[in-house]
């Protein structure tokens, strides 16, 4: 069967986290004109599309993603007409524009909030889910993902609201249809200013199972996810909004699937086209967690990421559609995670890129991870911003005294989202050229050797190597269409498998190791051309029967068919 071909599986995605991405004023925020003067970076790296993180007007308790107004920009990073400015700049540079729909919840200084909480009474009250208490105790069991009882005590009506995240998030009803209607008209508003398509948060949260039961034991932090997922209208809801919203045009959709089972992203991401293009799911980043606990810093488990990704690959094949990433604003860098952040740096940055990018989906690109930047060495808890940083720190270190300072510390410098927060550095200038002025949170040092500048001049950099791969993919339908195999699944050490369109395939080899590793390859592929490595001078361009594989070595050989 002949795959339909469609653009936004061609294309590659570039996640703009504003606050850390330029700062075109010196107030030490980054801003939409600080990405305005970035467009031509971003169309020299060749994605397609960018996906802004929250820009709305927001009190920032959650970076943007607790919003106060779906129809205005964030003070902070500009006017509605630096927006418009910037959407037609992107246009004019051949990128698609998506944006970050928030709406599981809004923040509670938005409007709709306030009115809510006056009285039991008001026309918005059932924009948001209020319950009373039970026994002088929270309504139900369930946690907040940043600590303590999703549920908060308001005093003047004398009832508790739920938040899944901050108490500064409040959940709306999705179950009443004038919310519904309202988020609509929203995303209506966007796509008339001319916006490609929208990235959907957690929107696997947005239907809570009626009643709202006791869930399981006392669920706190992330596992609420896997509780409160996937509720039994979700996919009423989204394919009302197909219907009333995105049918009217060529958008790109993508929804933040957390706890998302195969079976379910099925249906999310079903190539009939009834609720979203695609999920983004998050098995694989908990493959270095401890069971729900993020806080920890085991190491991953190649074999076990192997399996859950191959799992994905293979369970969506032909039937839905994944996005493939390493990193994006949550999650810490992917060269401290799974490779080499020291030595072997730039190799390794381009070994996970060709893990990834060879997949089968659409891969996404973290700013800065395409010049392999890297953890920020966090001195202490003062030195983090994120609320979930913060409040894990206060909550398992002071409060149930889980962890020591330094353990928790530890844990923060291997995962806190911090480390993708930290300013996007641009050259070796003061403050990586991010900003003249005071970063709202600290700069890597190490933006002296990593920064944009020097790579760009540079043709064996990081910067370049994701280049060709994004040039690659639109030269190779099979990198994008072609069916995944895995190879060797019991190797703790190589990721390899293959790519198969009609006759033609793809051999792809990565190694996770910092030793040099052996590789049989298959038969078939034995003095095929080399596709890409990452070690040019190193491996064979012609593949041989047992390859040789430098420390982080990574290559494709292409079986013409
Ligand atoms: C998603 C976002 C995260 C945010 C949360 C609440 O998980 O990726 O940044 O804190 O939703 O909106
Ligand atoms: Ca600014």
Not at 8 to 30: C, H, L, T
Not at 333 to 359: E, F, I, N, Q, W
Not at 459 to 481: C, D, G, T, W
Not at 533 to 544: A, G, L, S, W, Y
Request: hydrophobic share 35%.
């Amino acid at each position: 069967m002949k795959p339909e071909r469609l653009w936004w599986k061609e294309a590659v995605v570039y996640q703009i986290y504003p606050r850390s991405f330029k700062d075109s004023n010196g107030d030490g925020i980054g801003d939409l004109r600080g990405i305005i003067e970035k467009m031509d970076y971003l169309q020299e790296l060749g994605v397609d599309v960018i996906w802004l993180s929250p820009i709305y007007e927001s009190p920032n308790d959650d970076n943007g993603y607790d919003i106060s107004n779906y129809q205005a920009i964030m003070k902070g990073f500009g006017t509605m007409e630096d927006f418009d400015e910037m959407l037609a700049s992107a246009h004019a540079h051949g990128l698609r524009l998506v944006m970050d729909l928030v709406v599981n919840h809004t923040s509670d200084e938005h409007p709709w909030f306030v009115e809510s909480r006056k009285s039991v009474d008001n026309p918005y009250r059932d924009y948001y889910i209020w319950r009373e208490g039970k026994d002088g105790k929270f309504p139900n069991n369930w946690g907040s993902c940043f600590t303590g009882s999703a549920w908060e005590f308001d005093e003047r009506t004398q009832m508790y609201y739920l938040h899944l995240f901050s108490k500064k998030q409040p959940d709306l009803n999705w179950e009443n249809p004038k919310v519904r209607e309202e988020v609509f008209r929203m995303m209506n508003w966007w796509l008339d200013k001319g916006v490609d398509g929208f990235r959907m948060d957690v929107l696997s949260l947005l239907s809570k199972e009626p009643g709202l039961p006791d869930l399981g034991p006392v669920l706190n932090g992330y596992a609420v996810y896997n509780a409160c997922a996937n509720g039994p209208r979700v996919h009423e809801y989204i394919q009302e909004m197909r219907r009333k919203v995105l049918n009217r045009a060529d958008t790109i959709t993508v929804g933040e699937c957390c706890a998302v089972t195969l079976e379910e992203a099925k249906k999310y991401a079903s190539r009939d086209g009834r609720e979203v293009n695609m999920v983004f799911q998050f098995e694989h980043m908990d493959v270095d967690s401890d069971g729900e606990n993020k806080w920890t810093d085991k190491k991953m488990d190649l074999r076990k990421m192997k399996e859950v990704l191959t799992r994905w690959e293979k369970g969506l094949e032909g039937i839905a559609w994944n996005s493939l990433f390493w990193e994006n604003h949550a999650q810490p860098r992917s060269v401290s995670r799974y490779a080499d952040d020291g030595r072997y740096r730039v190799r390794s940055a381009k070994m996970l890129a060709t893990c990834l990018h060879m997949m089968q989906g659409t891969p996404y690109v973290y700013q800065g991870e395409e010049l392999g930047m890297t953890n920020a060495p966090f001195q202490s808890v003062s030195d983090f911003r994120d609320l979930d940083s913060i409040n894990a720190y206060r909550d398992l270190v002071k409060d149930q005294k889980v962890f020591t300072e330094e353990e928790m510390l530890r844990f923060l410098r291997k995962k806190s989202r911090d480390n993708a927060r930290t300013p996007f550095q641009w050259d070796d200038s003061e403050n990586g050229g991010f900003t003249t002025g005071t970063p709202w949170i600290m700069v890597n040092p190490n933006y002296k050797e990593i920064n944009a500048k020097e790579e760009l001049a540079d043709p064996a950099s990081v910067f370049h190597y994701y280049q060709k791969l994004i040039r690659l993919r639109k030269e190779n339908p099979i990198m994008v269409y072609g069916t995944y195999d895995l190879l060797l699944p019991e190797s703790e050490t190589i990721y390899a498998y293959t790519r198969t369109l009609g006759k033609e395939k793809l051999l792809v080899v990565c190694s996770f190791s910092g030793e040099e590793e052996t590789f049989d390859c298959p038969e078939e592929f034995v003095v095929t051309e080399r596709f890409l490595t990452n070690c040019e001078t190193e491996i064979p361009e012609k593949c041989p029967e047992k390859l040789v594989l430098p420390p982080w070595g990574a290559v494709v050989y292409h079986l013409k068919g």
